[in-house]
């Protein structure tokens, strides 16, 4: 089963807007990672933030992570056409076991226009 | 990071068929993970393969359908046997980077499609 459910499903926005994504998730966790896919390729790697941190700066991007809700938010600041792509959260499939597989999120899709 | 390569990209492939993948890692690591993206869908993880042991299946996933080897610390292969339209996805692999951050990095992908 899925252990992250992001929101929104969707997300139209034009460029230059701020774009957020969150991401909850059930069980206890070492670390969370967000990744970005263009149209069915390979998963780039984004931003891994710990669960002993709160939030996390990686250019335009800003992560946060609030373990009490067991939820995280991704934001892109000034958003380009080039940002569209779908967007998922992943976590460990072992709880207390980082480094091992993970289990991803439905997935945001990010479309910017321009 | 890990750079990662795969082989084919893509494929199309007949109904009863069977299709390897090809997964290889510029470094050598412990632990390679495949994992299987249906159309529209998220990343489901198939199996952990480890060198010198048997690859480590999900629930809902067996090594009659997707045998994996692992013969080295830099190369994988996940084959899908006897396959069928169901089985038309994405599948990548990915391994863990070397250093102690936990960053997992993924190939690009074998896109294919059963018909």
């Known amino acids: 089963s899925q252990q992250g459910e992001e929101d929104p499903q969707a997300l139209s926005i034009q460029e230059g807007e701020n774009a957020t994504m969150n991401c909850s998730y059930k069980?206890?966790?070492?670390?969370l990672q967000w990744y970005r896919q263009n149209s069915g390729r390979g998963l780039v790697h984004l931003i891994l933030?710990?669960?002993?941190?709160r939030e996390k700066h990686s250019g335009r991007l800003r992560v946060t992570l609030d373990t009490s809700k067991k939820s995280s938010s991704l934001l892109i600041t000034a958003s380009r056409a080039a940002d569209t792509a779908s967007y998922f959260c992943?976590?460990?499939?072992?709880?207390?076991?980082?480094?091992?597989?993970?289990?991803f999120g439905k997935g945001t899709t990010l479309s910017v226009s321009s | 990071s890990a750079v990662i390569s795969q082989k084919p990209s893509r494929d199309i492939c007949q109904r009863g068929t069977s299709l390897t993948i090809q997964c290889q890692v510029d470094?050598?690591?412990?632990?390679m993970f495949w994992y299987r993206q249906q159309p529209g869908q998220s990343l489901t993880l198939i199996a952990t393969?480890?060198?010198?042991?048997?690859?480590?299946?999900e629930s809902g996933f067996v090594i009659d359908k997707f045998p994996i080897s692992r013969p080295n610390l830099t190369f994988s292969t996940l084959t899908v046997s006897n396959m069928s339209p169901e089985d038309s996805s994405i599948y990548l692999c990915?391994?863990?980077?070397?250093?102690?951050?936990?960053?997992?990095?993924f190939g690009p992908g074998t896109r294919l499609t059963v018909t």
């Open positions: 470094s050598q690591v412990t632990m």
């Open positions: 069980t206890s966790i070492n670390n």
């Open positions: 992943a976590t460990d499939v072992r709880a207390n076991q980082a480094g091992t597989a993970l289990i």
């Open positions: 933030i710990r669960s002993n941190e």
């Open positions: 990915s391994v863990v980077g070397g250093d102690s951050s936990y960053e997992q990095y």
């Open positions: 393969a480890n060198q010198g042991s048997e690859a480590t299946y």
